[in-house]
T-cell receptor
Framework: SQTIHQWPATLVQPVGSPLSLECTVEGTSNPNLYWYRQAAGRGLQLLFY??????ISSEVPQNLSASRPQDRQFILSSKKLLLSDSGFYLC????????????FGPGTRLTVL | SQKIEQNSEALNIQEGKTATLTCNYTNYSPAYLQWYRQDPGRGPVFLLLIRENEKEKRKERLKVTFDTTLKQSLFHITASQPADSATYLC???????????FGKGTMLLVSP
């Protein structure tokens, strides 16, 4: 069966520090991968998605970036965090075209102070 | 602009009653619509997908309807239980080639 892992579960970082969040999927090949952010009291905001290794699409301009160095690994990064980057970060995977359903990881709670 | 609307106010019901949540969308007619459940501090969990040619879909105590004329989906939980308390999100593609867009969700509180 497929599983999705995210780490760390929680993170407290100072403004201006770098960020690296990792997501890995097991039990499937060539999934579509997604990064979302959910701010307090707000909906899920799609940040990035990837349909293959090295292929990244960005939904909103921001100081975050994403990379997909391996088929089942998706990384969210920032060189300098802002206070507004605080939130609940969720990674999700989806089988290739036509599947439509997304499966979410446990999330990372990021607090920028 | 295209958007998804879910009631932002929490829905409070008594155990055993049927809960009905609403999802409205504008403009685009999606090929499908999905419902997810999200518990506090957790990622959303997929519940049901309904396609544009389906009027209704059921899974155990869950029922989803899809009215493409009204641009609305209703999500029903029959014989609700306190364990059903969570936030329920609807999601659909807002264009033919777009990824899923999620509504902000409606919190359901089932009291014993």
């Amino acid at each position: 069966s497929q599983t999705i892992h995210q780490w760390p579960a929680t993170l407290v970082q100072p403004v201006g520090s770098p960020l690296s969040l990792e997501c890995t999927v097991e039990g499937t090949s060539n999934p579509n991968l997604y990064w979302y952010r959910q701010a307090a009291g707000r909906g899920l905001q799609l940040l990035f998605y990837s349909v293959g290794i090295g292929q990244i699409s960005s939904e909103v301009p921001q100081n975050l970036s994403a990379s997909r160095p391996q088929d089942r690994q998706f990384i969210l990064s920032s060189k300098k965090l802002l206070l507004s980057d605080s939130g609940f970060y969720l990674c999700a995977w989806e089988l290739g075209q036509g599947s439509d359903t997304q499966y979410f990881g446990p999330g990372t709670r990021l607090t920028v102070l | 602009s295209q958007k998804i609307e879910q009631n932002s106010e929490a829905l409070n019901i008594q155990e055993g009653k049927t809960a009905t949540l609403t999802c409205n969308y504008t403009n685009y007619s999606p090929a499908y619509l999905q419902w997810y459940r999200q518990d506090p501090g957790r990622g959303p969990v997929f519940l049901l997908l309904i396609r544009e040619n389906e009027k209704e879909k059921r899974k155990e105590r869950l029922k989803v309807t899809f009215d493409t004329t009204l641009k609305q989906s209703l999500f029903h939980i029959t014989a609700s239980q306190p364990a059903d308390s969570a936030t329920y999100l609807c999601a659909l593609p807002l264009s033919g080639y777009s990824t899923l867009t999620f509504g902000k969700g409606t919190m359901l509180l089932v009291s014993p």
